[in-house]
């Protein structure tokens, strides 16, 4: 392509590549980041290699000139490679991708200073409700007047008075001060020999600069960490950048705790709680090469590193390493993907890894690194089934009777217990004992979920929201609504009930909404100032208290039910993960799992503590259906909210299916989320052989069609929701 000519990727979901004309005096190289205008407004893009986009060129006196320059470095290849990869093999849009890699826009501005806003602790004279609950809500915390207002959840315009009379001050906060240099020596741990072994092979690896996957597998506690920290070390040795993936926000502080042990500092933070004036820090640190190790949710994956030596994806088994709206990416199978294109080697940890990266390690693409046995004295809990129907709890309660004799005996001994329960809330379901009245969700498929801590129902979908009502809105009765089920706050509710002088926390993604919650509740455990913790699978993982020593799973029945293929599997890892938190330290752990199906297969393998066999039926099972990894998957899901638009579309959809050997489509459906955020869903799912290409399938099938501007028609390929 002439020099005076540019190919971009423009940052606008609609339009594919586009071609400008580079004015007099401005350099670019595929990779700049430009200004680019559209009609009236003006875009953020990335010059691109023309031979890699072929589209149809136009006239050089039909070009617009590019605007500007962005103050940022270029976006690396190997970063350009693995937005091309993704955009393929998920079927999105480049731009969507690219979009993850350029997150922050604040960032390619040349603005070292920002101003933020924060409260003064001046109550004004004239305090309205939206007032107080802005000042509430803000607390300690600072950002931009629209962070805050979000924050507040009242419009700006509050945020703007309470600046007006004082409450609420300016500060200007410097955004390109550096991060302090992790040290690679500061603490080194002391290591047991198969440890050491481990760490040495991943040393190696990092310093032969080249891809290879790795699965480092051991058991909960046995210090997986601790030796893929080794392995960051020997980058930072080398100069080279490292990536961390963790599953979850509140994960990332007590790894941050750790990690400033091991090596003097805390690392760069990346996930969706950082302010603007933070995420244009961490961007432009991550950029230029000065950040060496961020630690990130899945959104980390796509930033711009120029020199990246390790890639390690911890708690790699989660699910919610699944991207599930927008480009529905899996992070843990584009992380190995960017290393192939980094050449640098990849760490997937995990005590429960998935079949599918299992099978990946017996085909030989993966490397397995055991961690058998906990580290230092600690030993692995022992696990103990209760049969619901044998030893039912007391009529009203959902605790058993030998769980809360066990409970009584652990808080005897001054040590703490976990009470788990995949489920937030108070209740699933609230109903009227009159007339029958079902709360649902008036934009989704979905029963209002009683939230009683804050007195309000909510829809865990779409986020609807509304104060519980004192009567019935149906029949008008008082005093007729009753709770069904339990959630984590009718369990609560229990145990200070059974346990009235306990000192009793709630933990979900309710309660530990952001790291510094996290740490707060680390810090309450750590200090003995917790007895029993009720919670949902944010405890699950990442967390070693070594006076906990009884777990007691609520139901371990709840992810059985519906028809997903991965459901035994999820209630193993999620079991076997909260197992792990009970007896981390010296004093030995017990675990009961409630259910009402002992004898099935994952329930067996849980008490026996037989995974290999449970992993192993479960494989077989796989393969004869040839479900993943032994075979293919591809959702479309095809939502408007004209119902009729959009089950036309899914018949045409359905009706238009290639016939072919290798593939079976069923449905059109209705999905069993028949309605979410207001919007009608129907669902189809393609099955494949393994070595078919659905991708191109999909494309050039879909690509022929044609459907209302209102119909949107989403395709997730390896999908691990089927809602």
């Not at 950002?143 to 009242?154: P, Q």
């Not at 600046?163 to 550096?178: F, N, Q």
């Amino acid at each position: 392509m002439p020099g005076n000519r540019a190919r971009l990727i423009v940052l606008h979901p609609a339009l594919g590549p586009l071609d400008y004309r580079v004015p007099q005096g401005m350099h670019v190289e595929p990779g700049s980041i430009v200004i680019a205008p559209i009609g009236p407004r003006q875009y953020a893009g990335v010059v691109w290699e023309a031979e890699r986009l072929p589209v149809e060129e136009i006239g050089d006196n039909r070009l617009r000139n590019l605007m500007g320059l962005a103050d940022a470095p270029p976006v690396p290849a190997p970063v350009r490679r693995l937005v091309e990869w993704t955009a393929n093999y998920y079927l999105a849009p480049l731009s969507g991708v690219l979009r993850m890699a350029l997150s922050s826009s604040a960032a390619f501005e040349n603005a070292p200073t920002i101003v933020e806003y924060r409260a003064t602790g001046m109550v004004p004279e004239r305090l309205t409700a939206q007032r107080e609950q802005a000042l509430e809500r803000i607390g300690e915390r600072q950002g931009l007047v629209r962070e805050l207002a979000t924050i507040a959840d009242v419009s700006e315009a509050v945020i703007r008075g309470l600046v007006k009379v004082g409450a609420i001050e300016a500060m200007v906060v410097d955004t390109d001060s550096p991060y302090p240099l992790p040290d690679p020596n500061h603490a080194p741990p002391d290591l047991s020999p198969i440890q050491s072994d481990v760490a040495s092979i991943l040393r190696q690896a990092v310093g032969a600069e080249t891809f290879q996957p790795f699965l480092l597998d051991g058991v909960t506690g046995s210090g997986k960490t601790e030796v893929y920290f080794e392995a960051i070390a020997a980058a930072l040795s080398a100069g080279k950048q490292t990536l961390v993936l963790l599953p979850e926000i509140a994960l990332t502080e007590p790894f941050l705790t750790r990690f400033a042990e091991r090596f003097g500092c805390e690392p760069v933070a990346w996930h969706s709680g950082l302010r603007t004036s933070q995420r244009r820090r961490a961007w432009r640190a991550i950029a230029s090469g000065k950040a060496m190790v961020t630690v990130g949710a899945r959104s980390a994956l796509f930033l711009p590193y120029p020199n990246l030596g390790l890639i390690v994806v911890d708690e790699a088994h989660e699910t919610s390493f699944k991207q599930e709206d927008g480009v529905h990416y899996h992070a843990r199978d584009v992380a190995v993907m960017r290393g192939k294109f980094e050449e640098c080697p990849v760490v997937l940890a995990s005590a429960t890894p998935a079949i599918e990266t299992r099978n990946m390690v017996e085909l030989g693409r993966y490397e397995e690194l055991k961690l058998p046995g906990r580290y230092g004295k600690a030993e692995l809990p022992e696990i103990e089934a209760i049969d619901l129907i044998q030893e039912p709890p007391e009529r009203g309660r959902w605790l058993s009777p030998r769980l809360v004799v066990a409970i009584d005996e652990t808080l005897a001994r001054k040590e703490q217990a976990l009470l788990f329960l995949n489920r937030r809330g108070y209740a699933p379901l609230t109903l009227c004992r009159h007339c029958g009245h079902r709360f649902q969700c008036p934009n989704c498929t979905a029963w209002m979920v009683e939230h009683r801590l804050i007195r309000r129902l909510t829809c865990h979908h779409c986020g609807h929201t509304h104060p519980t009502p004192e009567i019935c809105p149906e029949c008008e009765t008082e005093d007729s609504l009753v709770a069904c089920g339990p959630g984590v706050e009718r369990i609560a509710d229990e145990a200070k009930a059974l346990w009235p002088d306990a000192r009793i926390a709630v933990v979900t993604s309710d309660t530990i909404w952001s790291p510094a919650k996290a740490a707060e509740f680390v810090q309450r455990m750590e200090h003995g100032d917790i007895d029993i913790v009720v919670g949902t699978q944010l405890v699950t993982k990442g967390y070693h208290f070594p006076n906990l020593t009884l777990v007691g799973v609520v139901d371990a029945d709840l992810g059985l039910d519906g028809g997903d293929l991965r459901a035994s599997e999820r209630t193993f890892q999620q079991i076997m993960q909260v197992s792990g938190r009970a007896g981390r330290g010296e004093k030995l752990g017990t675990v009961y799992i409630q259910t009402h199906a002992p004898d099935a297969s994952v329930m067996q393998a849980l008490v026996s503590g037989d995974a290999e066999s449970f992993y192993a039926a479960e494989t077989e099972a796989r393969r004869d259906a040839g479900a993943p990894p032994f075979g293919r998957y591809a959702a479309i899901i095809v939502s408007s909210e004209d119902k009729g638009s959009a089950e036309e579309t899914a018949r045409l959809i359905g009706r238009s299916a290639p016939r072919l050997d290798e593939v079976m489509v069923y449905g059109p459906a209705p999905a069993p989320l028949a309605m979410l955020r207001g919007r009608h869903r129907f669902r189809l799912l393609v099955h494949a052989r393994r070595a078919f290409d659905v991708q191109d399938m999909i494309r050039d099938w879909l690509g022929g069609l044609d459907w209302p501007a209102k119909v949107r028609v989403a395709v997730d390929v390896d999908p691990y929701s089927f809602d």
